[in-house]
């Protein structure tokens, strides 16, 4: 079949042209992504051929080799993994079937410095495409296993390729790069140099448990003949502690995560007894971009004995700590599991049970001993480990000790419930928090006044989970979670009531007769309208009931197509008020005209009105509200 031209998409054209011509500072990253590329591909058949018995395909030596020519001065990278079949290459070769493509070229453009070009080529997974920072043209060959013709694909980075399907490929892939010329300083090295090769690797993927081969170097003893493995293949979660270095971890992270930054922690974890895995898991420092996208992949990979299993094994993580990278290696499971069977396998169950507790305690920790690394932690992730209060109730007390919130205490600081409870007023007996789009709009809103004039500290919540998770967690440490927004708000103590209960039973008795005309007048849109407690400064507030639905609520269950009814609110006033107190005179004093009904009703419109924007609502009629905000105020000047 004659070889077929294809453009690439306008993104991947622009792509190619950035690899090509940015300058990075280390272009050594080509080789560790093809090489990573490749490893992947031998996982892969390993795995299809626990799977399937009849596919028919070698796997008795499964490797990668390095292969350089220094007169044609080309380099081929070549595996005999699980290779690509015609459609598979045009896919994802030849078109980037990438939605963060675009974002990605845009990104790279704004990069000011290298090493910000560098993690972004990891972070969007374009790894294929480094190549063309060091060759002019780039030859991939490549069979699928189990079929009979190969796929060559070729391109110049110039904006087409070439496909086309030849009968003699070997089954894997091989990725040949014909070199640009040495330019030291523009930092691009002389690839088919053995010793860089292998510094390279060294630094790279020495961790990568297949076999790098190369051709060996002469007079070495112990080297196969004509070739010599160049990486160790060791295992770093079986290894012991004191002999895997720090950078070790970083780059089995990196090879991991396709994060190009250090992590944040590394947790190692050892069961022995009836049933042995070992876990080496990661706690990124940078929350990934597609961390609350709904096919966002978990970091975990499972091995048996050493094998690839799975990556992204969902069974080993929960939902809320989706962000963990690592690896877990379980000694006693059977080689062909599905994630179906690893769903209902009580090992497994154990296994995540106890991987859930080591990186919730290994946060706790990070917390006492390290309060920077823990702030970093905290600023990345804990909007997605507060989704555990919802799913885990196992270890709803350990996440509760281990969020921290704002708070009105502190400007700027964040606060954990415990230190929230130890500095708790005499005879306070509930957490306060409040919820909102923002601290600012909180700060300002009217049921926060009364909490600042008697200095109750109120937490502030601003992710949209704290607006779910708050509904379903009663108390911490026998300490009752209570809205400031919700329910009837007493703050004053025993001998406070006793001194204004007197003057409290009086108002309301004044304002017996206004708080019923106003709840039928306004009955449309309150249950009920009534005297306030929590209000200092500002004329009234809406409140919900104890336990109705908040609003921001209501409308996130609306947003995800959830029929939720319409919950009417309560408008609470300020009987020390003078709009208030002016508006109950009005009522009593009204000489029963129609004119001055229609007035005083206008006036009871607009203070719900006005407290309902003052809670950050939305008015039934913006329009009307505006026309009689107008014409009261014509009527001062």
């Known amino acids: 079949m004659p070889a077929e031209t294809f453009e690439f998409q306008v993104e991947a054209r622009q792509l190619l042209q950035m690899m090509i011509h940015s300058i990075y500072s280390n272009k050594d990253v080509f080789l560790r992504e093809l090489i990573s590329n490749s490893s992947d591909a031998l996982d892969k058949l390993r ?15 499964l490797h990668i080799s390095i292969e350089a020519d220094q007169e044609k001065r080309t380099l081929t990278v070549r595996d005999n993994g699980i290779g690509m079949n015609h459609d598979e290459v045009v896919q994802l070769i030849g078109t980037i079937a990438n939605s963060g493509t675009a974002k990605f070229v845009q990104e790279l453009k704004e990069a000011k410095d290298s090493a910000a070009s560098e993690e972004l080529i990891g972070q969007f997974g374009v790894g294929f495409y480094s190549s063309f920072m060091v060759a002019d043209e780039v030859t991939l060959l490549t069979r699928r296993a189990g079929e009979e013709t190969g796929t060559r694909w ?44 292998r510094e390279i690797v060294k630094r790279y993927s020495d961790f990568i448990t297949w076999p790098i081969r190369m051709a060996a170097e002469s007079g070495e003893e112990g080297a196969e003949p004509g070739t010599e493995t160049v990486n160790s293949m060791k295992a770093l979660w079986a290894r012991s502690k004191d002999s895997v270095t720090d950078e070790e971890y970083s780059e089995l992270y990196k090879h991991i995560s396709h994060d190009w930054t250090d992590p944040l922690e590394t947790i190692r974890m050892q069961a022995e007894g009836t049933f042995e895995y070992q876990a080496l898991l990661f706690l990124p420092s940078h929350a990934p971009q597609d961390l609350f996208m709904q096919d966002h992949k978990r970091g975990v990979q499972l091995y048996v004995k050493r094998v690839f299993i799975m990556d992204d094994c969902e069974a080993l993580m929960p939902t809320y700590l989706r962000f963990v990278k690592g690896v877990v290696d379980a000694q006693d499971l059977s080689l062909n599991v599905s994630r179906e069977i690893l769903q209902q396998d009580r090992q497994i169950e154990m296994m995540r049970r106890r991987l859930v507790k080591k990186v919730l305690s290994t946060v706790k920790d990070m917390r006492s001993a390290d309060a920077e690394k823990y702030a970093t932690f905290w600023k990345e992730f804990g909007r997605v480990l507060k989704e555990g209060l919802l799913q885990d109730f196992e270890n709803r007390d350990a996440i509760l000790e281990i969020s921290s919130f704002a708070s009105t205490q502190d400007e700027e600081g964040l606060t954990t419930l415990r230190s929230y409870v130890e500095r708790m007023k005499e005879g306070q007996e509930q957490i306060y928090f409040m919820t909102g789009e923002s601290r600012a709009a909180m700060e300002s809103s009217p049921h926060m006044e009364a909490f600042r004039a008697k200095g109750f500290e109120v937490l502030l919540l601003t992710d949209p989970v704290d607006e779910v998770w708050v509904q379903s967690v009663p108390e911490f440490d026998g300490k009752q979670l209570q809205s400031i927004a919700k329910g009837e708000v007493d703050l004053d103590t025993d001998e406070e009531k006793k001194e204004v209960e007197a003057e409290r039973e009086k108002q309301q008795q004044d304002y017996a007769g206004l708080l019923t005309w106003m709840t039928e007048q306004l009955g449309e849109h309150v249950k009920e309208v009534r005297l306030s407690s929590r209000l200092t400064v500002s004329p009234a507030c809406i409140v919900s009931d104890t336990h109705d639905v908040t609003p921001a609520l209501e409308n996130m269950y609306r947003a995800m197509g959830q029929e939720v009814p319409h919950i009417k609110r309560i408008l609470e006033l300020n009987p ?23 007035e005083l009703a206008e006036t009871a419109e607009l203070v719900h009105g006005l407290a309902l924007l003052s809670d950050g609502g939305e008015l039934s009629d913006p329009s009307r509200f505006s026309r009689l905000m107008a014409d009261r105020l014509e009527r001062t000047l």
Do not use: C, M, N
């Open 154 to 197: 070729q391109s110049g980075g110039e904006g087409t390729y070439t496909v086309e399907t030849v009968d003699d490929a070997p089954q894997g892939t091989s990725v040949t790069l014909r070199l640009k010329p040495e330019d030291t300083e523009d930092k691009l090295f002389d690839y088919t140099s053995p010793w860089k090769l």
């Open 576 to 598: 020390s008020h003078a709009l208030i107190s002016g508006l109950k005179k009005a009522h009593a004093a009204g000489s029963g005209e129609q004119k001055d009904t229609t």
């Open 47 to 61: 795995l299809e051929t626990l799977r399937d018995d009849q596919l028919q395909a070698d796997a008795s030596d």
